[in-house]
Nanobody, 113 residues
Framework: QVQLVESGGGLVQPGGSLRLSCAAS????????MSWYRQAPGKERVLVAI???????NYADSVKGRFTISRDNAKNTVYLQMNRLKPEDTAMYYC???????WGQGTQVTVSS
C-alpha cells in the first residue's frame, strides 16, 4: 500500500524559502520517478517538478531557477527546495509516485507579507 506523507509547509514572506519533504513507503522507492504537484484554491492540480530514478529533473516554467527537486533513496524521501518564493506560489503541495494513483494529505504553503 503506497503511502506518501508531505511536510515542511508554512507561512513565509515573499522572497523567502521553504523545504518540503515527502516520506514514501509501500513501494520500491528508488525505482520510481517522483513528482511534486500544487493546487491553488479554485484551480486545478498542476505539476511543479519531477525527478526520475536516475536523478534527472524537470520543472514547470513558473518555478525554474527557484525550486529544486531532489531525492534520498536511503530515506525513501523526496524534497522540494523552494527559494525566492512569490505570492503566486501559495498552494497545497502534494507529492506523487509515477505509476501509482495515491496522493498524500499535502502540505500548505502560503507566501504573504
Amino acid at each position: 500500500q503506497v503511502q506518501l506523507v508531505e511536510s515542511g509547509g508554512g507561512l513565509v514572506q515573499p522572497g523567502g524559502s521553504l523545504r518540503l519533504s515527502c516520506a514514501a513507503s509501500g513501494f520500491l522507492f528508488s525505482m520510481y520517478a517522483m513528482s511534486w504537484y500544487r493546487q491553488a484554491p479554485g484551480k486545478e492540480r498542476v505539476l511543479v517538478a519531477i525527478i526520475n530514478s536516475a536523478g534527472g529533473t524537470n520543472y514547470a516554467d513558473s518555478v525554474k531557477g527557484r525550486f529544486t527537486i531532489s531525492r534520498d533513496n536511503a530515506k525513501n524521501t523526496v524534497y522540494l527546495q523552494m527559494n525566492r518564493l512569490k505570492p503566486e506560489d501559495t498552494a497545497m503541495y502534494y507529492c506523487k509516485a509515477t505509476g501509482f494513483d495515491s496522493w498524500g494529505q499535502g502540505t500548505q504553503v502560503t507566501v504573504s507579507s
